[in-house]
């Protein structure tokens, strides 16, 4: 908030800015993870900003109630449908990651995640004895994610990577022919190649520079964003932002809670100010607003500013600090 408040005042903006409950705060106050108030204040709102719904206290998995659904359920009243995760690998931070630094040079991938439908959002059973989840796609929800795909792989290197497990699932399989049939007739330019979802997940630590943009159902697309965020050294760099066919769209760091370092001022602020700029970028339509944050962010780490997730055995700087030298930078 302080970033933005602070890119409010560089470019002459004026943001308001309401904070409403989810998760496990809300669970707390009112029973239920996503009051009809947060729904209302989020549907009347340009963008939003989210911040992580759960921890241990609301960890119980048999629970009626959980945090986790506040989320899904926001998704769906928001409409968002693609989940854009960007990965990128500054030069100074290669030293963090636990892969070798050859294999990071050049890396700048996004993976485009189908965020409403798949497994998570199918029906669910449960006995003493046995369990099941549903997996759905509609062809219309593959026609829409691997358009989006598209667009944005047409504006960056012209590279497309759709990923399936199409040897096994009947989901996976229908998946492939809508991205094969859409791909080829709506962008006959783009280098298109599918793989295979366990593949993909050796060839995003074998060859991580090779991939542009990737598309992936809503669990792929979950598990393949955690393995890449290791390619930046840590979950608290990455950002994301969740679009749908308006400009509002839902923003948060891909990381989770941390409540194990709750209130000790080391968390990485880093995921959550670069969200900030997809924020301005996607749903406000401040591109240069964005750049300009984005920027920031990379001096700021290239002047040798650390927390300790990245700091690979160097000093570290405190959240506080590490916002202010981000401030600094935007100035």
Same mark, same amino acid.
């Given at each position: 908030?302080?970033?933005?408040?602070?890119?409010?005042?560089?470019?002459?903006?004026?943001?308001?800015?309401?904070?409403?409950?989810? $998760?496990?705060?809300?669970?707390?106050?009112? $029973?239920?993870?996503?009051?009809?108030?947060?729904?209302?204040?989020?549907?009347? @709102?340009?963008?939003?900003?989210?911040?992580? !719904?759960?921890?241990?206290?609301?960890?119980?998995?048999?629970?009626?109630?959980?945090?986790?659904?506040?989320?899904?359920?926001?998704?769906?009243?928001?409409?968002?449908?693609?989940?854009?995760?960007? !990965?990128?690998?500054?030069?100074?931070?290669?030293?963090?990651?636990?892969?070798?630094?050859?294999?990071?040079?050049?890396?700048?991938?996004?993976?485009?995640?189908?965020?409403?439908?798949?497994?998570?959002?199918?029906?669910?059973?449960?006995?003493?004895?046995?369990?099941?989840?549903?997996?759905?796609?509609?062809?219309?929800?593959?026609?829409?994610?691997?358009?989006?795909?598209?667009?944005?792989?047409?504006? *960056?290197?012209?590279?497309?990577?759709?990923?399936?497990?199409?040897? !096994?699932?009947?989901?996976?399989?229908?998946?492939?022919?809508?991205?094969?049939?859409?791909?080829?007739?709506?962008?006959?330019?783009?280098?298109?190649?599918?793989?295979?979802?366990?593949?993909?997940?050796?060839?995003?630590?074998? *060859?991580?520079?090779?991939?542009?943009?990737?598309?992936?159902?809503?669990?792929?697309?979950?598990?393949?964003?955690?393995?890449?965020?290791?390619?930046?050294?840590?979950?608290?760099?990455?950002?994301?932002?969740?679009? $749908?066919?308006? +400009?509002?769209?839902?923003?948060?760091?891909?990381? $989770?809670?941390?409540?194990?370092?709750?209130?000790?001022?080391?968390?990485?602020?880093?995921?959550?100010?670069? @969200?900030?700029?997809?924020?301005?970028?996607?749903?406000?339509?401040?591109?240069?607003?964005?750049?300009?944050?984005?920027?920031?962010?990379?001096?700021?780490?290239?002047?040798?500013?650390?927390?300790?997730?990245?700091?690979?055995?160097? +000093?570290?700087?405190?959240?506080?600090?590490?916002?202010?030298?981000?401030?600094?930078?935007?100035?």
């Amino acid at each position: 908030m302080q970033v933005l408040q602070r890119m409010a005042d560089i470019g002459g903006h004026k943001f308001t800015i309401r904070e409403q409950l989810i $998760g496990g705060a809300s669970i707390d106050a009112t $029973g239920e993870p996503l009051p009809a108030d947060t729904v209302k204040s989020c549907l009347a @709102s340009d963008a939003v900003m989210l911040g992580a !719904v759960g921890g241990p206290k609301w960890s119980d998995p048999n629970a009626a109630v959980r945090p986790e659904q506040g989320l899904l359920r926001l998704r769906a009243e928001l409409e968002v449908f693609a989940n854009l995760r960007p !990965v990128k690998i500054f030069d100074d931070m290669a030293d963090a990651s636990p892969l070798k630094r050859e294999l990071l040079v050049g890396v700048d991938l996004l993976v485009v995640r189908e965020l409403t439908g798949g497994i998570y959002f199918g029906e669910k059973s449960r006995s003493a004895t046995s369990a099941s989840d549903l997996c759905i796609y509609e062809a219309f929800e593959i026609e829409r994610i691997v358009r989006v795909a598209g667009r944005l792989a047409s504006a *960056r290197r012209g590279k497309l990577c759709s990923v399936d497990k199409a040897n !096994v699932l009947e989901t996976s399989r229908l998946w492939r022919d809508i991205a094969s049939r859409v791909t080829r007739e709506e962008f006959p330019e783009l280098q298109v190649e599918h793989l295979l979802v366990d593949a993909a997940a050796m060839h995003l630590l074998s *060859r991580p520079a090779d991939f542009d943009v990737i598309v992936t159902e809503n669990m792929f697309g979950d598990i393949l964003t955690d393995e890449a965020s290791m390619l930046a050294g840590s979950l608290g760099m990455l950002p994301s932002a969740s679009l $749908g066919e308006q +400009s509002r769209g839902l923003y948060e760091p891909i990381h $989770g809670s941390a409540p194990d370092i709750a209130g000790r001022g080391i968390a990485n602020p880093c995921g959550m100010i670069a @969200s900030t700029a997809l924020l301005l970028r996607h749903s406000l339509n401040l591109s240069e607003e964005a750049a300009q944050i984005e920027q920031a962010l990379e001096r700021t780490i290239r002047d040798g500013y650390r927390t300790a997730d990245i700091a690979a055995g160097g +000093s570290a700087v405190d959240t506080t600090e590490m916002t202010a030298a981000v401030i600094r930078h935007l100035d």
